[in-house]
């Protein structure tokens, strides 16, 4: 039966299991990771944000007023980091800030390695505003109305530069490439490495 993000870290409080935290994160990550792109404007920070912020929450779990909603919570400990995300960019040389960017982490499979690797490289073609509508579209989900709200952008002029950016990507893909299996195959893997890092903390922390 399906549980409230309330009722799911209400459960990991009572018995620890990181299951709890790993349907959590499931029902969460992907709004967490739309506000944070919003917030940064950059998908790859906008991970570690995610990251940092679920972790927060498992450092000091019973430090959440539990007769209060977990989301808004969530979404406070997200702001924080973002601020002080944004103060250490401010601070940070601009090659320094590019050279931080992190690089993909390996896949599990060699072909799934091989739909990240083209995938990557085709969208590193692309030039804006198409790359980053597509990036969000493809890697992450986002549905065109998520899109335009984190890069400020009607839906309209979104629609459209996904639509005009998938033509330029197929054109950049290798032959026989099915541009929607690479899209499934890269959406669903695009927060697990991020989800698997949260689960092995949530085994470690001591609830009861």
């Known amino acids: 039966m399906a549980k409230t993000p309330d009722e799911l870290f209400a459960r990991f409080l009572k018995d620890g299991s990181p299951d709890w935290i790993g349907r959590l994160f499931d029902d969460t990550a992907r709004e967490l990771f739309k506000v944070a792109v919003h917030l940064v404007g950059e998908p790859w920070t906008a991970e570690d944000l995610v990251q940092a912020t679920y972790l927060t929450l498992l450092e000091r779990p019973r430090a959440f007023d539990t007769t209060r909603k977990l989301m808004p919570w969530l979404l406070g400990i997200l702001t924080n980091h ?18 931080s ?7 599990e499979s060699v072909a799934a390695r091989e739909v990240a690797v083209n995938l990557a490289a085709a969208l590193d073609q692309i030039e804006e505003p198409y790359r980053q509508a597509l990036l969000l579209k493809l ?4 549905t065109p109305s998520d899109i335009a709200m984190v890069l400020e952008r009607s839906p309209g002029a979104v629609r459209v530069q996904i639509h005009r950016g998938l033509e330029m990507l197929r054109k950049r893909l290798p032959s026989g490439c099915a541009v929607t299996g690479m899209i499934a195959d890269s959406s669903m893997q695009a927060l697990s490495s991020i989800r698997s890092v949260v689960m092995a903390k949530a085994a470690t922390v001591p609830v009861a």
């Open 101 to 107: 960017r992190p690089a993909p982490s390996p896949t």
């Open 82 to 99: 973002a601020r002080d995300w944004r103060k250490r960019a401010h601070q940070m040389p601009d090659g320094e800030r590019l050279a």
């Open 139 to 142: 890697k992450y989900g986002l």
